[in-house]
C-alpha cells in the first residue's frame, strides 16, 4: 500500500513540474474591420480671442471663436471638390451670422469682434463674455455621397444663447446638396410627411387624436412637415428640427429617424439611393 501511495505521488508531482499550473486560455482580439473611405480631408481650425482678455483674468470681457470645419482634399474631382467644401461652409453660415450672411470665417469673426468692442466702449461695465463655436464634421461616408454634422454655438449677449444642428448630404459627382427629390420618387411630400408624422408622434408620445398644438408643437395650419434639415446615415434619413423651430425654446431640438427601409416605395430607382430597391 505504501509503495502504491508513494508511485501515486511522484506520478502528481512529476506531472506538475512538467506541465505547471493550468492559465487561462487567450483570447485573441479580433481587428476591427476597416471603415470605407471615400473621400480624403483634413479639419481645419480656428482659435482666435479679441477685446481685453489678456488683462482680464476673469474673462469677463473677451469674445472667444474656436471653429473646426472639414476641408476635402482628395479622391473627387476638383469641381466636385469645390463645390463640396463651398458647400460646407455657406451651410454653417446659413445659421452663423450677426446681420447678414457672412463670406468666410474671417469676415463673421471680424463682425463679431467689432460689435463686441462697439459695446465695450459705449458701456466700459459690461461683463458678459461673447463666444462663437462651430464644430463641423464628416460623419458618414458612401460610394455616391457623404454627410455632414455642424454643431453651432454662440452668444452675443441677450437671455440665453443660440444653439443650432446642421445635417447635410452632398453628392460625390456634382458636389451640390442632396435635396429629398434627389432620392425620393416625384409626388413623395404627402405620404413621407403622413409616415414621419407617425414617426414624430410615437416619439413624443401624442396620440393621433391630439392635436400637435396641444403639446406645444407649432406646423403650419397645425400639420406636420419634415423640413429641410437632413443627411442620409448609413440607412438612415436623419432630421434635425433646431429650438424655436417647431417649439418653445423650453422644448429644446428634435432629432427624428426615418429608417429608409420603411420607405422603400418612395425612393427613386433612378437616384442616389437605388441600392434600396435591389
Not at 82 to 99: L, P, R, T, W
Not at 133 to 160: K, L, M, R
Not at 209 to 234: C, H, M, P, R, W
Request: charged share 20%; hydrophobic share 35%.
Amino acid at each position: 500500500m505504501k509503495k502504491t501511495f508513494s508511485l501515486i505521488l511522484l506520478t502528481v508531482l512529476i506531472c506538475s513540474c512538467e506541465f505547471g499550473e493550468k492559465k487561462p486560455a487567450v483570447k485573441l482580439e479580433e481587428s476591427p474591420e476597416a471603415i470605407p473611405k471615400f473621400v480624403n480631408y483634413k479639419v481645419e481650425s480656428i482659435n482666435e480671442q479679441s477685446g481685453p482678455c489678456q488683462t482680464d483674468s476673469l474673462s469677463n470681457q473677451c469674445a472667444s471663436f474656436f471653429v473646426e470645419y472639414p476641408i476635402i482634399t482628395g479622391m473627387l474631382s476638383p469641381s466636385a471638390t469645390q463645390k463640396i467644401n463651398e458647400n460646407i461652409k455657406s451651410a454653417i453660415f446659413d445659421y452663423a451670422f450677426v446681420s447678414d450672411k457672412p463670406e468666410s470665417f474671417q469676415s463673421l469673426i471680424k463682425e463679431i469682434s467689432s460689435e463686441y468692442t462697439k459695446i465695450l466702449n459705449e458701456f466700459p461695465d459690461y461683463k458678459a463674455s461673447w463666444s462663437m463655436e462651430v464644430n463641423s464634421d464628416i460623419i458618414y461616408q458612401d460610394s455616391s455621397y457623404i454627410s455632414v454634422a455642424s454643431t453651432i454655438f454662440s452668444y452675443t449677449g441677450g437671455a440665453h444663447p443660440n444653439a443650432y444642428q446642421v445635417y447635410r448630404s452632398y453628392d460625390l459627382q456634382t458636389g451640390e446638396p442632396i435635396t429629398l427629390s434627389d432620392i425620393l420618387i416625384p409626388g413623395f411630400e404627402d405620404q413621407l410627411n403622413e409616415m414621419a408624422e407617425i414617426e414624430f408622434r410615437m416619439l413624443k408620445e401624442i396620440p393621433p387624436s391630439q392635436a400637435l398644438k396641444v403639446k406645444g408643437y407649432f406646423f403650419e395650419g397645425d400639420k406636420f412637415t419634415l423640413n429641410d434639415n437632413f443627411a442620409i446615415i448609413n440607412k438612415s434619413l436623419i432630421f434635425y428640427f433646431n429650438q424655436f423651430e417647431i417649439a418653445p425654446y423650453a422644448v429644446g431640438p428634435t432629432e427624428l429617424e426615418l429608417k429608409l427601409t420603411d420607405y422603400v416605395n418612395l425612393v427613386d430607382a433612378k437616384g442616389i439611393l437605388n441600392g434600396l430597391k435591389n
